[in-house]
Structures are given as structure tokens and as C-alpha cells.
């Protein structure tokens, strides 16, 4: 079957770097998503990893292993804004979106 | 660029009622929209796939005659509850796709649906 795995929830302190990491295991990979969700929001996009390797967006950035079926969402300079949950999303062989169940990070102060 | 929209942003129905919920993309065409459900503090769950002009292709254990699809043009798309009951209270939220680029998704705010 097809899995993605991520820690239920992870906390932080502001101004910390905090390392959000996904597992996965699919019928196939076409690429990996990484979106945020605020409570009672709909997700929004931060990135998109088909090769491997680090791709940096300001605070964010995102790291790719397809041999290890690995990936991690990196958050520098951490803000209370930042809290919220990170949903980590793979793209199987058939153009289908596989969801993991969101990694909920606490900042606190 | 890049925007969906979705209406209403939340709805209060009586049970047995309909309720039909639009997904708009506002500054491109989106050749696929999806329609997710989330329940609190659970992750995205995909109901449906709809391409314009063709049937929703449902997953695995949602009812086709329950949450009605249509894609009428390639800006738009809804969704209709048909007599909805208080488990359906969730929030609903749609995504679209164009073929320009292939592997994004764009989410739409979402639409909270309450069932009384």
C-alpha cells in the first residue's frame, strides 16, 4: 500500500530552526509537496521537490532523497505566525496526490 | 495568479436539505479541480476528480448520488450534498489543476458545512 509518514506534532521556540521530516512509500513518485495549513483554512503551497537535493526559499526549504524515500521541511527564524500544520504530499505513479496526516508545530515563545 | 475560490465560505443546513458548494478559478483554466473533506485535526481526504466536460471519477467509499460533481466549464465546478445529514458536517474544500502545470495543485479557501 502506499504510506507517508510525519511526526503528529513537533513544538519549537521562536527564533529556532525546527526540521519537519516526511517518509514515504508509493506506487510510483512524480514529486513532493509541502503545504501549511492554518487551523480552519484551506492548505497553501510552499514547494515543490522532483530531483534531489535542497531547494531554498527564504525561511523555508525543503530536501528531496528518492533512493531513501526521504524528504524534510526546514524553518529557519521561526515566527509565532509559523504555527500551524504541514502537510508533506507525493505524487504517485498515476498523477494521484497521497496526503500524510500533517505534522502540527507549536511555537511558543 | 493562481487564485480559487469557493462559495459560500460556510453554510448551516437542516438535515435532509442540499446544500451545493462552488469552486471557481478566477485567473486560469483548470483542466482537473479535486474536492477534499477534512474532518477536525485529521488530514485531506480526496473524494472526488473531476476533468471539464467529463463524469467525477469518485474514490474508494464516497457516494456518487450523495456529493454530486459537475464541471461544466473549465473555470468552474460544484459540489452538491444531497440530503445531508449531521456526519456530513466537515469541511470541504476544492483544489484545480491546469495543464500548464501539471503537478500543482491550487486550493480554494474551503467551505465549512454544518448539518442540524
Redesign the interface.
Known sequence: GQNIDQPTEMTATEGAIVQINCTYQTSGF??L?W?QQHA??????LS?N?LDGLEEKGRFSSFLSRSKGYSYLLLKELQMKDSASY?CAV?DSN???I????TKLIIKP | GAVVSQHPSWVICKSGTSVKIECRSLDFQATTMFWYRQFPKQSLMLMATSNEGSKATYEQGVEKDKFLINHASLTLSTLTVTSAHPEDSSFYICSARTSGRAYEQYFGPGTRLTVT
Not at chain 1, 480552519?40 to 503551497?45: D, L, R, S, V
Open positions: 512524480n514529486g509537496f503545504y480552519g483554512e484551506a492548505p497553501t503551497f515543490y522532483v502537510l505524487i498523477y494521484q496526490l496526503w500524510g496526516a500533517g
